[in-house]
């Protein structure tokens, strides 16, 4: 975990961080479906669960990967500079995640630039939600625009 927020001008490319371990729980696949109204049998009836093709519930996919955004505020180097999230892209479901599994996540800086208005930078992240022995569960990238430190003096620089 990282102790200070980066600003745009603190974002390096090809930059790895790495979250704490977080494990899934059934109160988690639980509350998920409350929330989302995904009350299918692969999540929630152990006995329906048991004949499926993993012989255990699964925990939902968009589960994976809100977990993941709560794994990367964790990591916390965009706790105060995130202005917005744009987009997320390829998100992949590579395999299930079970009740008791810990989990890591794995951020990676692919790319930066600097936006027009000079005030905020776009950074699109890699990110791979890793379960045991760093195997990949989901992955995929999200965009995001984060604040410049000090403006004036990143557009004089680039001036």
């Not at 975990?1 to 980066?6: Q, R």
């Not at 996919?61 to 964790?74: E, F, H, N, Q, V």
């Not at 202005?83 to 390829?90: T, W």
């Not at 939600?129 to 004089?156: F, S, W, Y």
């Amino acid at each position: 975990m990282s102790d200070a927020t980066l600003y745009f001008e603190d974002v390096v490319e090809g930059s790895v961080f790495m979250s704490p371990g977080r494990t899934v729980t059934e109160a988690d696949i639980v509350a998920f479906a409350g929330v989302s109204g995904d009350f299918n049998p692969i999540h929630l009836d152990a006995e329906t669960a048991a004949s499926n093709r993993y012989g255990q519930r699964v925990a939902h996919g968009l589960l994976g990967l809100s977990i993941a955004t709560g794994l990367l505020d964790r990591i916390g180097v965009f706790g105060t500079s995130m202005v917005a999230m744009l987009q997320i892209d390829s998100w992949r479901f590579l395999a299930p995640i079970f009740i008791g599994e810990t989990v890591r996540l794995e951020l990676t800086i692919l790319s930066t630039r600097l936006t027009a208005s000079g005030t905020t930078g776009i950074v699109v992240r890699q990110l791979r939600l890793l379960g045991r022995d760093d195997k990949v569960l989901q992955e995929g990238t999200i965009t995001v625009m984060i604040a410049c430190r000090n403006p004036a003096q990143l557009a004089e620089a680039v001036d």
